[in-house]
């Protein structure tokens, strides 16, 4: 092994700058995808109050996914998480009309939602539709009254998130990234 191929090299100012840029402009989206997911949203529908931190939950995952480096990562990725999504809400809202949540159930639909988006030329979302499908899920087996509810609340809250973290990053990226380096 060469020597001092194990060292850490520091970032330059400018780096970091860049850096510290990127993570505000992160921090600020999650904060507004939370206040609108928790706060606005179940203005217009609310289960209970644990679910709408849930879904809080939830869509800041979504905007963290989506929010990348580059524009054209974060557009990719906000395909990406979409297509999962709606693959696992089809799925999910499907069964959950017509059963509660069983262990077979949830499994038989995390290998479904994963085949789903494989054999849709899309085997790069098959662990995102996964996730998804299995946090549904089982949010549905915590709340198991008008489980059926549950994949259109976190479709919403994933595209709440999914929103928010592309316009941050084309905020980030193109207006704000720009700036910082100029300097």
Known sequence: MAQGSNRLTRPTWAQARTAILECTVLAVACMLTYWLTTSV?????SISRSDDLLGGLWAVVATIFVCRDSYQQSTAAAVSRMSATAVSFVLCL???IFLPVYGWGV??????SALA?????RPGDAVTAAITTAVVMLVAAVTP???WEQPILRFVDTLIG?????????IGVRLLRPRIEAR
């Open 94 to 96: 499907i069964y959950l």
């Open 107 to 112: 499994a038989l639909l995390i290998g479904l």
């Open 162 to 170: 999914v929103a928010i973290g592309v316009a941050a990053a084309w």
């Open 117 to 121: 988006v494989m054999l849709a030329g």
């Open 41 to 45: 949203l179940t203005r217009v529908y």
């Open 145 to 147: 009254h008008d489980a």
